[in-house]
């Protein structure tokens, strides 16, 4: 293969295409070897997640906060209180008393007590957890071990030890701290549904079987290499129970778009009478540049969660980035192979509609008439636009944030029951217990100040009750359970927590899921705006390098943070307000998982910038041939919008196929992704920046001579390998 010359002047970021296309080339040429080499990847994840894979965790640890100093005293100094616990809830049938079953309930509690890991019980009837109106009875099984450390099957053993009770008409449900951390791994089999979506959408956008099914194909086989990866790396690391749905539903949406771009751009070269071996590696070499830069920017937000510096979110944040990185490559080396495989199967036949279409016959298409109308009062659309979506940022203001409960658990599930039935029976705040601990030194009657503390904690407005203080061995240390009058997710158990630490000043610490979930939303607090002003400066300087322009990057960063303020107000009323709550299938509104933010800032920064760079990149080539401002944004968004639109109709499928799984940390997640994506690509990028391009005309493609002289030349579309090889100076490659 000859590259002398391929590549000159300011060549440093150029070599990227020049790289991507004799990559492309080489995985032409030796396809079979790339695709049995994809093959045995898949084969080894897969066996080593069979052999030596483990099972997936969730550690909401925060080391360094306040919560997390009080948890990891009170293990400490109270080791049997050190493991998490379960509990069991006896209903009696109605007209009659729990008591009635009494030695029922004793017989089940003792075969829980021999049940696996279980530490001891609590009987209901001598610890005084009757409910008022005596139909039910509380109880409580503890554990060894925290939560993530139960084995596998430990709570299923646990609930068949309580059949016996059912079998003698009693209602049983069991759910507690034990319950909380179970996060789905998956959804219910809706995942499915948004493929076929997105083979729908593919064969309309390409009216061609063959070349729809080859991004579906790879990016079931990306996904497949991350999520047995994960799996298998499950076995030494911490990986979170939401990490491979994350992985899946963000692996299946970037990798199906990012075949789908260079599948696209493939597929036009031919029907404009390239020959398949130089299509492909062209194809590589200027679509599959933007995929690599789009992909980059997907991992660098995600790898940036990291700072925030909460394991949980770390972990999240680098399998999801983990499972982009496999999207990218599977991309830039079996996409090209496969395209060698289809040869000219691929070519649109001429006179067909694919034919016609790919090769630009003049005729009039939507995107073209759409691109018309927008820019036809460009000022008008932009105001419109900005108040449509500024209207929709609203609700956003009143964003409430914390950790998941049993409370957002499917309303079918025994934990959901158990956690209901508590409430009602004994009140909402015996869901959520807060554990106060004490230093009392070493000085005095410390029992007499572990009372005094109980009776002052008492007081406090919001207390509904106060267990006898637990003492450490040493008797420096006081433990109290204290049951707040409200849900552990509301607004009054968080200004509890605040309340009770003032009792005791420095000496006296609150922990528990409240405690914890008010640290998470302080620290993301502290996190989201730095983080925000990072990944939008990354984007002004990456659109400012690719496209030499001022306006561009800048209307792309404010489009962001206007399509993200629109998509945090949709979760504010679907998911706390309860509007359209019953047709995404939100069980409980109240507050969404803490880290939803930050997660739908970083994975919506790569998803915006790339369908910003494959349509404003059209709209620049054609600025550069003809220097007409309007006619370049019109033919660039028509050559463009077809298959930007298609990516995005793909993402929103895929995502919105996650929302019916019922995972409470998942389903908002994934809803935000889906309204986000709706938003950012046919309000923002396809509507709001041909706007203000057209305002902008010459303007938007301006850049001070001193700074376009310091900024490197990033050739993102390899428009060097699109010139002719009489004006490039290059001499063709041969890659046949």
């Known amino acids: 293969m000859c590259w002398d010359s391929l590549i000159h002047d ?3 970021f150029a070599l990227m295409a020049a790289l991507l296309y004799r990559l492309g080339a080489w995985t032409y040429r030796r396809r079979r070897i790339v695709l049995v080499g994809w093959l045995a990847v898949l084969v080894a994840a897969g066996t080593l997640a069979a052999t030596a894979g483990g099972t997936y965790e969730d550690d909401f640890s925060i080391p360094g906060s306040r919560a997390q100093q009080t948890l990891d005293t009170v293990d400490r100094q109270f080791p049997a209180s050190a493991g998490t616990s379960a509990q069991v809830v006896f209903v009696a049938p109605a007209g009659q008393q729990v008591v009635e079953q009494r030695a029922v ?37 503890d554990y060894r071990e925290e939560s993530v450390e139960l084995a596998a099957g430990t709570l299923d053993a646990l609930e068949g030890v309580f059949q016996p009770a059912r079998d003698a008409g009693l209602r049983v449900e069991v759910g507690g701290p034990a319950y909380a951390d179970g996060s789905g791994e998956g959804g219910d089999g809706t995942e499915a549904l948004g493929l076929l979506i997105a083979l729908v959408v593919l064969v309309i956008t390409f009216g061609s079987l063959v070349a729809a099914g080859l991004p579906l194909l790879t990016a079931l086989l990306g996904v497949g290499v991350s999520v047995a990866g994960l799996a298998a790396v499950a076995g030494v690391l911490t990986v979170p129970t939401t990490a491979p749905a994350m992985a899946l539903m963000l692996g299946l949406a970037v990798g199906v778009d990012y075949a789908l771009f260079i599948v696209a751009r493939h597929r036009s070269q031919l029907a404009s009478g390239t020959p398949v071996a130089e299509s492909v590696a062209r194809a590589i070499g200027t679509a599959g540049t933007a995929v690599v830069f ?20 770390t972990a999240m944040g680098l399998a999801a980035a983990a499972a982009v990185i496999v999207a990218v490559l599977v991309a830039v080396t079996l996409v090209p192979a496969l395209l060698g495989f289809a040869g000219h199967r691929l070519r649109p036949k001429p006179g067909s509609r694919a034919g016609r ?20 009062r460009p000022l008008v659309t932009t105001l419109a636009v900005v108040a449509a979506l500024g209207m929709m940022a609203v609700p956003a203001a009143g964003l409430r944030l914390a950790l998941t409960d049993n409370g957002s658990a499917p309303a079918a599930s025994t934990q959901r029951q158990a956690y209901d039935l508590t ?65 552990p997710q509301e607004e009054r158990t968080e200004r509890l927590v605040t309340a009770l630490e003032a009792v005791g000043g420095e000496s006296v610490g609150v922990t528990g899921t409240t405690a914890f979930g008010i640290d998470i939303s302080e620290l993301l607090s502290a996190s989201l705006v730095p983080f925000a002003l990072v990944v939008v400066g990354l984007a002004v300087l990456l659109l400012m390098v690719a496209f030499r322009s001022l306006v561009v990057p800048l209307t792309a960063a404010l489009g962001f943070l206007l399509s993200v303020g629109a998509t945090l107000g949709a979760v504010v009323a679907v998911f ?4 359209l709550a019953d047709l995404v299938g939100v069980s409980r509104t109240g507050p969404v998982i803490s880290f939803m933010p930050i997660i739908l800032m970083a994975v919506m920064f790569g998803l915006a910038m790339d369908y910003e760079v494959f349509l404003v990149s059209r709209m620049h080539e054609e600025y550069a041939h003809s220097r007409d401002p309007r006619r370049a944004i019109v033919r660039g968004f028509r050559a463009s919008a077809r298959v930007v639109a298609a990516a995005a109709l793909i993402m929103i499928s895929v995502f919105a196929s996650f929302i019916p799984a019922g995972d409470a940390t998942l389903t908002p997640i994934a809803f ?6 709706l938003l950012d690509a046919f309000l923002i990028r396809m509507t709001l920046v041909p706007a203000v391009l057209a305002l902008a005309r010459h303007g938007a493609w301006w850049l001070p001579g001193w700074l376009d002289r310091v900024l490197p030349d990033l050739d993102l579309e390899g428009a060097r390998l699109t010139r002719p090889a009489q004006e490039r100076g290059d001499v063709p490659a041969r890659v046949v």
Do not use: C, K
């Open 10 to 12: 300011r060549w440093e």
């Open 105 to 141: 309930i004793g017989r089940t509690l003792a075969a829980a007590a021999e049940a696996p890991q279980v530490a001891g019980v609590a009987d209901p009837f001598t610890a005084g957890m009757v409910s008022p109106d005596g139909r039910t009875a509380l109880a409580r099984v």
């Open 294 to 313: 789009a992909g980059l920017t997907v991992v660098i937000a995600l790898a940036g969660l990291t700072v925030v510096r909460i394991p949980f979110l």
């Open 357 to 376: 279409r790919e090769a630009d016959d003049g005729r009039d298409s939507v995107g073209a008439r759409w691109v018309r109308l927008v820019t036809r």
């Open 423 to 487: 409430a009602a029976a004994f009140g909402p705040g015996f869901n959520g217990p807060l554990l106060v601990l004490a230093d009392l030194g070493d000085d005095g009657d410390t029992r007499a100040a572990a009372t005094s503390l109980a009776d002052r904690l008492g007081a406090v407005d919001g207390v509904a009750v106060v267990g006898r203080p637990q003492l450490s061995a040493d008797g420096r240390y006081a433990l109290l359970t204290v049951i707040p009058e409200t849900g």
């Open 576 to 579: 706390q307000w309860g509007w």
């Open 672 to 677: 935000a992704l889906a309204v986000g994506v």
